[in-house]
Nanobody
């Protein structure tokens, strides 16, 4: 049984930082593509970042590039999202997702991911 458990969300002032974690069980994160998506109230879920299974290359949405960094700790079977210079528009529920067969061209496609966590709330105050 695959489980993805996010943690690390919270309330932070604009300009601050948070580090999200996604602890995986039932899969080996180094063999899967792991991604972060987010959904703000009234909006569709959108791609934030991903780390590809082969080689661990990272990819980011334009809106977070240069501010967010995704990493993977194979020993802990966990991925992280370091979020710096946070803005009020980063406020959302952040979800971790995983897929084994995903191809690189589909890395930002929500529908391609088989496994999802329950989400963690990030609120950035102005």
């Amino acid at each position: 049984q695959v489980q993805l458990v996010e943690s690390g969300g919270g309330l932070v002032q604009a300009g601050g930082s948070l580090r999200l974690s996604c602890a995986a069980s039932g899969i080996t994160v180094s063999s899967y593509t792991l991604a972060w998506f987010r959904q703000a109230p009234g909006n569709e879920r959108e791609f934030v970042a991903a780390i590809f299974r082969n080689g661990g290359s990272t990819y980011y949405a334009t809106s977070v590039k240069g501010r967010f960094a995704m990493s993977r700790d194979n020993a802990k079977n966990t991925v992280f999202l370091q979020m710096n210079s946070l803005k009020p528009e980063d406020t959302a529920v952040y979800y971790c997702a995983a897929d084994r067969q995903l191809i690189l061209s589909s890395i930002a496609a929500e529908a391609q991911y088989d496994y999802w966590g329950q989400g963690t709330q990030v609120t950035v105050s102005s």
